[in-house]
DNA sequence: ATTTACCTAATAACAAGTTATGAAGTAAGG
DNA sequence: CCTTACTTCATAACTTGTTATTAGGTAAAT
């Protein structure tokens, strides 16, 4: 399965950053995005994630060279990561876990993202489930009334006049 | 033997640091620097300590919210005298650590509640639309019924005119 | 052939953080 | 009494980081 790679326009759009920041971010913070063949920024998954955490540390105020900090640390988790795993709880570096941390913060609200919106479509699911069924209801009823109506031998009926004969 | 302490004026010839500065940095970062009978501020050893350390940590380019972030550091490290300080005073962040812990496990309780109530939407959706449709086939077959005695019978009925032969 | 979407680079415009200055007041000491 | 060294508060002046705009250019799709 290859990866799947972002256009900075649609990037703009999914996390609601002008283009002009993501450029100024990557040049700022110096990050490395792909580019394809023609020069046009290719975003990795990775790179949105990143960019998340980033515009989380930013609104915590923290500053382009405190921020150029911390993805350094986040990097050096992931480069660890291929490395087998055997250090044990001594060992363990704090601000792996801190990085790590911070991820789980970023897939987390990532999430509660999702279970709103999941939340918002039950809720116009049901709406409209509630309607339809009404709606349906409501005519199979009526229309059997006039039937049963008609049936008991009134001709005249308003339905019928309406109708047509 | 008493701890020294020094005036303003003193603590800005020996750190080179305009005494407007030492105000507005305790201002900006919070410092609690002691007073004397008169409001007049006393440095202590200490306080030159952290004020070296923040010369330095500005000297890198941090911010005054990374700053104050290092300096929480260096508190809670002293405080608890688990490791020795190390240069990664922005990343070795235990309080913090505990701090995005407490935030997963609040988020992720969050989201399972939601999960919860999600599910029983959806179960009383299904439920529903279950129920409603059984009723509405019930209703049909009545109607189809009463069709059928219709269509052995009177020709002439509005109903079949209306549907079309 | 025109629109769309991207690129770079320069620069304007704005916001915020910081430095610096000044006014007005208090207490200690020569 | 006058100077010195503090205090607070307001504000001016400057610096910097960031946002936003513009111009000029390429490639692909309509």
Redesign the pocket.
């Known amino acids: 399965m290859r990866e799947r790679f972002y ?4 990037v ?1 759009e999914m996390l609601d950053i ?4 993501l ?3 990557e040049n ?1 913070l110096k990050l490395k995005i792909k ?1 394809d ?5 290719q975003y990795s998954e990775s790179d949105l994630d990143t960019l998340k955490l980033i515009m989380e540390l ?1 609104e915590k ?1 923290l ?2 060279t405190a921020i150029k900090m911390a993805l350094e640390n986040v990097e050096q988790v992931e480069e660890t990561r291929v490395a087998p795993v055997n250090d044990n709880l001594l060992t363990t570096n704090i601000p792996e876990l801190l990085a790590l941390a911070q991820q789980i913060v970023v897939q987390n609200e990532e999430m509660l993202d999702n279970n709103k919106l999941l939340t918002e479509r039950i809720n116009r699911l049901e709406e409209k489930v509630e309607k339809r069924n009404m709606e349906r209801e409501r005519k199979i009823d009526e229309f059997l009334t006039l039937w049963k109506n008609e049936q008991e031998g009134k001709n005249k009926s308003w339905l019928s006049k309406l109708v047509g004969k």
């Not at 256009?7 to 649609?10: F, P, S, V």
């Open positions: 256009k900075i326009g649609e703009s002008e283009q002009y920041t450029r100024y971010l700022s580019r063949e023609r020069g046009d920024r930013r105020g500053n382009t």
